[in-house]
């Protein structure tokens, strides 16, 4: 994340340059396999159809998670702005979730074309028909951003585009957590070496994820709230 950038021009002068030499990409990969095996940076393997029974161990196979070596630059305003944003979001989706009307009228229409939105649509009339008062709700959302900076505007600012608002797909928080330690670790093993053409990183541009914490704690919260005693 850049301090100095305020223009598309600064913002695309200074982030770094990644090299696409894949042959320099090697020891970058023997320390991300290594590393990710043993801080659980890991993903169940594919189940492999038709496998013979001398293969089917790898069925409970564990393999590392595709994640990059280094991260990608955002404009330090343009981070702040969207952590400062998030409760503002996080009520308007709350609510949207409240407001029948305006759920019926999207929602129902996705019935033949989303069989996911379908099932979901289906649960929520049929949990509303019961009638049931709860105590609290908690939500646990996602809000993904692209940064927008068009070469062809140059003396515009950079901004951060929301592309993505999740309500369910929040299951990544176990290791999104743990990638800006991974590329904590990289930086202090290598320095990047070889990996970028131009420009740097440094410690104080990787900010701590804490959504794994952040959500253990936000459920703790509703289990209390909706009067959990055990």
Do not use: C
Not at 37 to 58: F, I, M, V
């Amino acid at each position: 994340m850049s301090k100095l950038a305020k223009t598309v021009s600064e913002f695309l002068a200074f982030r770094p340059q990644y090299s696409r030499d894949i042959s320099k990409l090697q020891p970058y990969i023997n320390a991300a396999v290594d590393w990710e095996a043993s801080h659980g940076l890991l993903l169940r393997a594919p189940k492999l159809e038709g496998a013979d029974k001398e293969a089917e161990w790898l069925n409970s196979a564990l393999v590392p998670a595709p994640v990059a070596f280094a991260p990608s630059p955002i404009p330090r305003s343009e981070f702040e702005k969207v952590v400062a944003l998030q409760p503002a979001l996080n009520l308007l989706f709350d609510r949207i979730s409240r407001d029948h009307e305006f759920l019926s009228t999207t929602l129902q229409s996705l019935g033949k074309s989303d069989e996911f939105t379908s099932k979901v649509f289906d649960m929520y009339t049929k949990q509303r028909a019961l009638g049931v008062e709860k105590p609290a709700v908690i939500g646990i959302h996602r809000s993904d951003y692209l940064i927008h900076a068009p070469e062809g505007e140059p003396e515009s600012t950079p901004q951060a585009k929301q592309v993505e608002f999740n309500t369910i797909a929040a299951s990544f928080a176990s290791l999104s957590s743990i990638v800006g330690d991974f590329h904590r670790f990289l930086l202090d093993k290598t320095g990047y070496a070889g990996l970028l053409d131009s420009g740097s990183i440094s410690k104080d541009q990787l900010p701590a994820n804490e959504s794994l914490t952040s959500i253990g704690d936000g459920i703790a919260a509703g289990f209390d709230l909706y009067g959990g005693k055990e």
